[in-house]
């Protein structure tokens, strides 16, 4: 967002992406050090102290939960049974807030003990004027009495145990990427001798989560996959997922799924009206090809990878579009002379949108070139072409002008100029000075119509990817 609105408004001078780094980095530690102290104090009253972890859990190898427990004193007051509730919201502020405790205990019969935060409440005086006044309206005595508390590892968050576990000075991070049950981490150098402890920390602290992996090398296959080791749990990868509404259904560790990119998926869905035509070259497990299917357009989308082919098919009968999509298993560039070349001359005579989405942004630039020549020789008068295809393609840039290098690279690829042809969009910005863009354009008679292209080509071996996109 902030790299859309700089573009609009910096000065001409100014690199909109420089400046946009340099305003993020300016509010990264302001930004995490106030998400901290609401982590543990979620009111916003400074960083509690309540619970200060055992130094003996200090670089803990093995999860030993019962290491963490520990008995803390606290302020209570003591509150008649029928005022009990106008006094917790007047106290809500001072009273204690902690996951797993209750705020509230049995005292007698005619009363009940309300837990104060010891951070907040320390004595009478404590109490604001509002407070007071509450206090003494309801006729509830002014008198703190303190009350033994034994917090546990079931009360800490997942940050907090794992600040007290891992060597102080060191960054500790309890973010993941969740893809239905599965929690996948990417874990830094130090962090690796702690990596079990890790991983059954984040599966305790987080509902659903049945396992926890950890990505060990880049995507660097033909089929976009990456190695995973198990950190915890039952090692099961066969994940279902909802996104933008449509479940899906994959084997997480054979498959590509990046969570990160629904709001492009939606984005692109968003273009297309019922009775366009979508070539999905690079499809995956279906994220743009099936909600265009449900979106009532016609859909060949493809993919190499077997496996991602198989899970495709598999979440066509899950959302009932078999009849509206087909689906390949080939090479991408074989796709495009393929399938796509075949269906092409009849879908431009039309008046329905055609539309090409090439999302494999580590190469598809580079398969640009398969669309010159693509259909021979320009068709006579009395065979016009009504209507064009609109590509969609992605790409990663790492250059100071993300925007311009993707142009170039792209009108590279196709023999052609694009500069004032095209529009670009940035998707996300995948690490730091590594941006991922989309480039959409209309594939001209220029580039379709020549004799570039041999009538049979022969199909080239698949190129091996190195993504290098980090979690």
């Not at 960083?47 to 427990?69: C, K, N, Q």
């Not at 899970?311 to 495009?336: P, Y």
Request: contains cysteine; proline residues 7%.
């Amino acid at each position: 967002i902030l790299f859309d609105l700089l573009s609009l408004t910096a000065p001409r001078r100014v690199n909109p992406r420089t400046l946009c780094q340099s305003l993020c980095g300016a509010l990264k530690a302001p930004v995490i050090a106030a998400h901290r102290a609401t982590m543990s104090d979620p009111e916003g009253g400074g960083e509690s102290s309540l619970y200060t972890p055992p130094p003996e859990v200090r670089g803990m190898i093995s999860l030993d939960r019962e290491a963490f427990s520990r008995t803390v004193t606290v302020p209570a007051l003591r509150v008649q049974k029928e005022v009990l509730g106008k006094l917790v919201k007047s106290l809500k502020k001072v009273a204690l807030h902690l996951p797993g405790v209750k705020r509230v205990l049995e005292d007698d019969d005619k009363h009940r003990l309300l837990l104060l935060d010891p951070t907040r409440v320390s004595s009478p005086s404590s109490f604001g004027e509002t407070e007071t006044q509450a206090l003494e309206k309801l006729g509830v005595p002014l008198e703190l009495h303190s009350h033994e508390l034994r917090l546990t590892y079931g009360n800490l968050k997942a940050d907090e145990v794992l600040r007290a576990v891992l060597p102080e000075g060191q960054d500790v991070t309890s973010g993941f990427s969740r893809v239905g049950h599965v929690a996948h981490l990417n874990l830094r150098e130090h962090q690796l001798p702690y990596k079990n402890l890790i991983g059954q920390v984040i599966m305790d602290k987080n509902s659903g989560v049945t396992c926890v992996v950890n990505k060990t090398n880049t995507i660097d296959s033909t089929f976009r996959t990456f190695q995973m080791e198990v950190l915890a749990g039952d090692g099961n990868m066969v994940v279902k997922v909802r996104e933008n509404g449509l479940p899906y259904e994959f084997d997480f560790s054979r498959v590509y799924w990046n969570p990160r990119l629904s709001t492009e998926h939606e984005r692109v869905v968003g273009l297309l009206q019922p009775g366009d035509t979508v070539m999905d070259v690079f499809a995956g497990v279906g994220p743009f090809a099936i909600p265009a299917a449900k979106r009532g357009c016609n859909v060949l989308a493809n993919d190499l990878n077997p496996e991602s082919h198989r899970w495709l098919s598999h979440n066509c009968r899950l959302n009932k579009v078999e009849h509206r999509l087909r689906v390949f298993n080939m090479d991408g560039r074989a796709f495009i002379r393929g399938p796509l070349r075949e269906a092409l001359p009849a879908l431009m005579k039309g008046t329905a949108g055609i539309h090409i989405v090439m999302n494999l942004p580590a190469l598809a630039l580079e398969f640009l070139d398969a669309f010159q020549g693509l259909l021979g020789q320009e068709p006579d008068q009395n065979q016009s072409v009504s209507i064009l295809p609109e590509v969609h393609c992605y790409g990663f840039s790492k250059e100071g002008d993300p925007s311009r290098d993707i142009v170039e690279r792209a009108s590279r690829s196709l023999g052609i100029s694009l500069d004032g042809h095209c529009s670009i969009h940035m998707v996300r910005n995948v690490a730091p000075n590594k941006e991922m863009m989309c480039i959409s354009f209309s594939l001209s008679k220029d580039v379709l119509f020549s004799n570039v292209i041999e009538d049979t080509p022969e199909e080239p071996a698949p190129k091996r990817q190195k993504c290098e996109e980090p979690e």
